[in-house]
Nanobody, 125 residues
Framework: VQLQASGGGLVQAGGSLRLSCAAS?????????VGWFRQAPGKEREFIAA????????YYDDSVKGRFTISRDNAKNSVNLQMNSLKPEDTAVYYC??????????????????WGQGTLVTVSS
């Protein structure tokens, strides 16, 4: 599956952005779990949120819980990440990944076999 992430930009602290991850997977997209990760300069890629295939349960890192919401539209082969109450520490390149991880590994980047190109989010203070 090929992924394309979009929606990044510059926003002031407290603002919102909506990231989108579009997949070219045809009818098989619903069988993939999709995760969002981010990588700030000089730091490792970290898990932000994921939405599972099948039961469509969502998972969040504690740092974004209550501020970010992940959702998917299988008919449109897309996953969105609504980001509210953004903070300067949310500044990073955001990547979406698709894969078929076991649920216990859904937060691990190695569980995802396909990645989008990344979209930059900059939050100014």
């Amino acid at each position: 599956v090929q992924l394309q992430a979009s929606g990044g930009g510059l926003v002031q602290a407290g603002g919102s952005l909506r990231l989108s991850c579009a997949a070219s997977a045809g009818g098989t997209f619903r069988g993939y779990s999709v995760g969002w990760f981010r990588q700030a300069p000089g730091k490792e890629r970290e898990f932000i949120a994921a939405i599972a295939a099948g039961n469509m349960h969502s998972y969040y890192d504690d740092s974004v819980k209550g501020r970010f919401t992940i959702s998917r539209d299988n008919a449109k082969n897309s996953v969105n990440l609504q980001m509210n109450s953004l903070k300067p520490e949310d500044t990073a390149v955001y990547y979406c990944g698709a894969g078929r991880p076991i649920l216990s590994a859904i937060r691990r980047s190695l569980s995802y076999s396909s990645w989008g190109q990344g979209t930059l989010v900059t939050v100014s203070s």
